[in-house]
């Protein structure tokens, strides 16, 4: 089992559209919390950055985080066409060995 | 842009042979990690180094290595290319200290094609 699982999409949503997006892992001891986007041929960018649980929002993006339940997700409101993307996240624990993982990415796709 | 640079953009080689892949960090971060990403395996890491000394480990073949000179760039190398081994490499870098910040500042890659 890999310690972070994230859906490949792709998601296709009309413009406008509310997204989420999702990853789930296995290792309880992963304190932070990333989205990161990736346009074709580009290197990842983050988006946002949470500690342990809880919400997290900047503008048209909320990270949440639900550590009881190995769960982070990620909301777009109001999606525009240039929101078209992959989105990875990541998770990273520094106690004990330094882990920063990735998932592999949801390709999103939002239609004008 | 990043602030990470890598070169070169694109290589082209052919299988057996052997590639070195650089990557500069941003100027201040002390850590430097390679990813691979292929169309079907997302990013899979390989290898971080933190201020010259090798961190953690990923996914990385025994045909690949990677180090991390005194002026803080790195290079990785790959031997024995395989057709397998085409891919986007990245490198990203950052503070990596206690406490954070943690983001990974990425690179604009280098495609390898192996033929």
């Known amino acids: 089992q890999k310690e972070v699982e994230q859906d490949p999409g792709p998601l296709s949503v009309p413009e406008g559209a509310i997204v989420s997006l999702n990853c789930t892992y296995s290792?309880?001891?992963?304190?932070?919390f990333m989205w990161y986007r990736q346009y074709s041929r580009k290197g990842p960018e983050l988006l946002m950055y949470t500690y342990s649980s809880g919400n997290k929002e900047d503008g048209r993006f909320t990270a949440q985080v639900d550590k009881s339940s190995k769960y982070i997700s990620l909301f777009i409101r109001d999606s525009q066409p240039s929101d078209s993307a992959t989105y990875l996240c990541a998770m990273l624990t520094t106690s004990g060995t330094y882990k920063y993982i990735f998932g592999t990415g949801t390709r999103l796709k939002v239609l004008a | 842009d990043s602030g990470v640079t890598q070169t070169p953009k694109h290589l082209i080689t052919a299988t057996g042979q052997r590639v070195t892949l650089r990557c500069s960090p941003r100027?201040?971060?002390?850590?430097v990690y390679w990813y691979q990403q292929s169309l079907d395996q997302g990013l899979q890491f390989l290898i971080q180094y933190y201020n010259g000394e090798e961190r953690a480990k990923g996914n990385i073949l025994e045909r690949f290595s990677a180090q991390q000179f005194p002026d803080l760039h790195s290079e990785l190398n790959l031997s024995s290319l395989e057709l397998g081994d085409s891919a986007l490499y990245f490198c990203?870098?950052?503070?990596?200290?206690?406490?954070?910040?943690?983001?990974?500042?990425f690179g604009p890659g280098t495609r390898l094609t192996v033929l």
């Open positions: 100027s201040g971060d002390l850590s």
């Open positions: 990203a870098s950052s503070v990596a200290v206690p406490g954070g910040p943690h983001e990974q500042f």
């Open positions: 290792n309880s001891a992963f304190q932070y």
